[in-house]
T-cell receptor, first 111, second 115 residues
């Protein structure tokens, strides 16, 4: 059975801090790993990673995949209160019906 | 471009009642999915569809049914609601299988409480 584990489950930081969220996976025939941000409603797409060691960046957010360690990290620098959300990691595998999601990391950024 | 539209946004059901959660997308996506998200948990796949007339079970299909008569619509039916079905339900669609390259487009969710 495919497994996606995120850590920490919950995190409280202050504005300006840098945070690192972790995602590890156990899947057969890995294809890609995706990060989503979920505020009050629907998850929104952040990144998709397929190649190990190549960093994807978008403003203050960046993510990298380590296929050897079967993991990915999502970094957020100079955090703002608007970064408060649940961050979901999902994995796509060959032959699988749909994405497998982790339980998410709840990030709270305090002023 | 509306994307994925889910209705209703909130609903309270009594045990044993039935209801249909509606989902419609206007992006001509072939792939559509229903997930449920329990508090503190990730998304669990209920049902998915790879095109009109084709549906299949996900991880947690018991107590639910789906149909896909058109590309646009993918309703989820709850029969004989139970408290264990209290959850937030998300419909999603994708251009390619399992969201490759673009990820999913999600609806805004339906918060269902069964009492």
């Amino acid at each position: 059975e495919d497994k996606v584990v995120q850590s920490p489950l919950s995190l409280v930081v202050h504005e300006g801090d840098t945070v690192t969220l972790n995602c590890s996976y156990e899947v057969t025939n890995f294809r890609s790993l995706l990060w989503y941000k979920q505020e009050k409603k629907a998850p929104t797409f952040l990144f998709m990673l397929t190649s190990s060691g190549i960093e994807k960046k978008s403003g203050r957010l960046s993510s990298i995949l380590d296929k050897k360690e079967l993991s990915s990290i999502l970094n957020i620098t100079a955090t703002q209160t608007g970064d408060s959300a649940i961050y979901l990691c999902a994995v796509e595998a060959e032959g699988r019906r749909a994405l497998t999601f982790g339980s998410g990391t709840r990030l709270q950024v305090q002023p | 471009n509306a994307g994925v539209t889910q209705t209703p946004k909130f609903r309270i059901l009594k045990i044993g009642q039935s209801m249909t959660l509606q989902c419609a997308q206007d992006m001509n996506h072939n792939y559509m999915y229903w997930y449920r998200q329990d508090p503190g948990m990730g998304l669990k796949l209920i049902y998915y569809s790879v095109g009109a007339g084709i549906t299949d079970k996900g991880e947690v299909p018991n107590g639910y049914n789906v149909s896909r008569s058109t590309t646009e619509d993918f309703p989820l039916r709850l029969e004989l609601a139970a408290p264990s079905q209290t959850s937030v339900y998300f419909c999603a669609s994708s251009l390619l299988r399992t969201g490759a390259s673009y990820g999913y487009t999600f609806g805004s969710g339906t918060r269902l409480t069964v009492v």
